[in-house]
């Protein structure tokens, strides 16, 4: 998925998506994340995970 993205290092780069991925969902369920975030299930939630999971694909192309 990440080399058809233009990863340079795809390997790498699904590395580095599993740990952002992994961390988000620490920060939703135990982190600060589970205190400010919109309501789980919600459009708002989906939007924000949306984005928060877009931002490191997007950064891992270059």
């Known amino acids: 998925m990440l080399a058809a993205a ?6 790498r780069a699904g590395d580095h998506f599993v740990a952002c991925v992994d961390g988000l969902l620490f920060d ?3 982190g600060a ?3 400010t975030a919109p309501p789980p ?3 708002e939630s989906r939007a924000d ?3 928060a999971v877009r931002a490191p694909l997007r950064a891992m192309r270059t």
């Open 28 to 30: 939703r369920l135990a």
């Open 49 to 51: 995970l949306t984005a």
């Open 33 to 35: 994340g589970a205190l």
């Open 41 to 43: 299930g919600t459009p």
């Open 6 to 11: 233009g990863a340079t290092d795809p390997d």
